[in-house]
């Protein structure tokens, strides 16, 4: 094992057993009560059989848990064979819209290293070398010089080809693809508007269309069952009727409000396109927001139809065909029902997916116009259509700013307007906005919990977020008898959110919270006779 200071891109093909280890004595150190002995759950070592089966050689991490192996030669050179054919194809016209932004962020990096300190993995593990963001693409630059130039083939290490490329380079540069959230913090950090996120999502594009190779969660059990389903969360159409017709029966018990969910009505203004997870893990969020539409009298619907009650599309991670027909499936939707419009609701990846991504992939005719609910719900509270009693919210609240939201577009300030007019003890992050850090879910992580990979997503890609979180409650933290509110308008946050405060027992220890916004819109609603936080109730 490599001291994670002494490592560099070449050594990517070495045969030892491991490359590099986190370690718990370097790692960032948390923001009080956390700074204290015993608070913080212990790293654990691989298992033996994980390394038999698995590419545990990188950090003793499992990103790809359909990535084993070898039993034979002939495997192992048939997997580099199509990691280099696919690494070629990358550079061809057919890089779906990408090639530009690919080539120049692959040329033109001038390693000044300003990406590092914009980087929350990297920072957050002791600036461990394995995470430094151009490590991964320095490693990839080394093999394409060696293989696809003639200086390269020619002269090896003399002009930086000095890597040998075999299973374990392969399969660890595969891994240490799922060691970037691709949140783009780095991009925006770069004095040449370069992006390492291009170059991993390539990274992860080869394993996938050329050999076959993703995350379980993203692929086989995420964009496969969506497309055969109807949901990533395998919820079919009969499920989906059923969870509505409960939701409904829940809001008569609870509330007194006897509210129907429109669903496939023809023409109507909006589509309302959640991620399905919120009717599985968190109800109250799509509960809240036929709230908030029926008091302000919208004219929406809900669809019943495949892909038409999921606005998951994992494929924009990983796969661009698996994107490009998720995006089409759910534009014909909105197409056969005759909306007007399609609004994403909290769902971060969801709007970059439909917005951006879909946008460009859908020729004209195929097009609707696509919105955030952002905007929408600060309408709702400037125009009054919604009367509101902030002092129902009288707690400490602060926001996390889902990256494909704020950084990737531009979406900062409705979302804070909202909190300022019914939370009156809202507080930022520090940093926020387009400064903010991912959640550490973000690329899919906060759905892949294979294998031990959710200890370092918890222990490293989410470590900056709970300092984050820590730093905003910090007058507040240790009063247990007041709740402190993280709000993540993202279904994605809001499971990596999830999973760090469970992690670090922060909400059985400190009363620390988290939800949505259009939750804390209907609690603090006049009309509401009881609290619509669970944890707010006697």
């Known amino acids: 094992m490599i001291d994670h200071k002494d490592l560099r891109p070449k050594d990517m093909g070495r045969s030892d057993e491991q490359l590099v280890r986190v370690n718990p004595k370097q790692l960032m150190p948390l923001l009080p009560p956390y700074d204290k002995p015993g608070l913080e759950p212990s790293l654990t070592d691989p298992k033996p059989e994980w390394r038999k089966k698995f590419c545990t050689s990188l950090d003793g991490y ?5 990535l084993t192996r070898p039993e034979t030669k002939e495997e192992e050179e048939k997997f580099v064979n199509q990691f280099l054919k696919g690494l070629e194809k990358s550079f061809s016209d057919a890089n779906n819209g990408a090639l530009q932004p690919y080539l120049l962020s ?21 600036k461990n070398e394995l995470y430094r963001p151009i490590f991964r693409s320095e490693v990839l630059r080394k093999i394409v010089k060696k293989y696809f130039t003639r200086s390269g083939r020619l002269l090896g290490s003399f002009v930086g080809a000095d890597i040998d490329v075999n299973w374990e380079t392969v399969a660890r540069l595969g891994e240490l693809a799922y060691r970037c959230n691709l949140c783009r913090r780095c991009a925006q950090s770069c004095p040449l508007g370069l992006d390492n996120a291009i170059l991993t999502k390539e990274i992860r594009k080869i394993f996938s269309q050329e050999m076959g190779i993703a995350p ?3 692929h086989t059990k995420g964009t496969v069952l969506q497309m055969k389903t ?5 919820i079919t159409k009969p499920a989906f009727l059923d969870t509505i017709e409960f939701l409904e029966e829940d809001i008569e018990e609870k509330y007194g409000l006897k509210i129907k969910f429109p669903i496939d009505k023809k023409g109507a203004d909006i589509l309302l396109l959640h991620n399905a997870g919120e009717y599985m893990a968190w109800p109250e969020n799509p509960i809240a927001f036929a709230i908030l539409f029926e008091e302000a009298g919208l004219d929406w619907t809900l669809s019943s139809e495949i892909a038409g009650y999921d606005n998951v599309n994992y494929g924009i ?11 089409l499936m759910q534009m014909k939707v909105a197409k056969d029902l005759g909306v007007k419009r399609i609004v994403i609701a909290e769902c971060g990846h969801a709007h970059k997916a439909s917005m951006v991504v879909g946008d460009r992939m859908a020729q004209a005719e195929q097009k609707i116009p696509v919105e955030s609910c952002l905007p929408l719900l600060w309408d709702m509270v400037k125009s009054k259509r919604l009367i509101f009693d902030s002092q129902k919210n ?5 926001l996390h700013d889902p990256c494909n939201y704020v950084r990737g577009m531009g979406i900062v300030e409705p979302q804070r307007n909202v909190l300022k007019a019914v939370c009156p003890q809202f507080r930022e992050m520090t940093p926020h906005g387009v400064d903010n850090y991912c959640c550490g879910g973000g690329g899919g992580f906060a759905i892949t919990n294979s294998v031990n990979f959710s200890e370092w997503r918890n222990k490293v890609s989410s470590r900056m977020k709970f300092n984050q979180i820590l730093g905003a409650f910090q007058d507040t933290m240790e009063n247990f008898n007041l709740p402190k509110y993280v709000c993540a308008p993202c279904s994605n946050c809001k499971g990596a959110i ?3 405060l469970e992690f670090y027992e922060a909400t059985a220890k400190f009363n620390v919270q988290y939800g949505g916004l259009v939750e804390l819109m209907v609690n603090a609603l006049v009309s509401m006779k009881k609290p619509f936080l669970e944890f707010l109730e006697e």
């Open 317 to 327: 991670w990983y796969d661009d065909f698996q994107a490009k027909q998720l995006a």
């Open 106 to 126: 692959f040329e033109y990096c001038a390693k000044c290293d300003t990406c590092s300190a914009a980087c929350h993995i990297f920072e957050a593990s002791g």
């Open 62 to 66: 499992v990103g790809i848990d359909t």
């Open 216 to 218: 379980l969660p993203l």
């Open 394 to 398: 009288n707690f400490p609240v602060t």
């Open 230 to 234: 109807g949901s990533s969360t395998g």
């Open 498 to 500: 999830r999973d760090i």
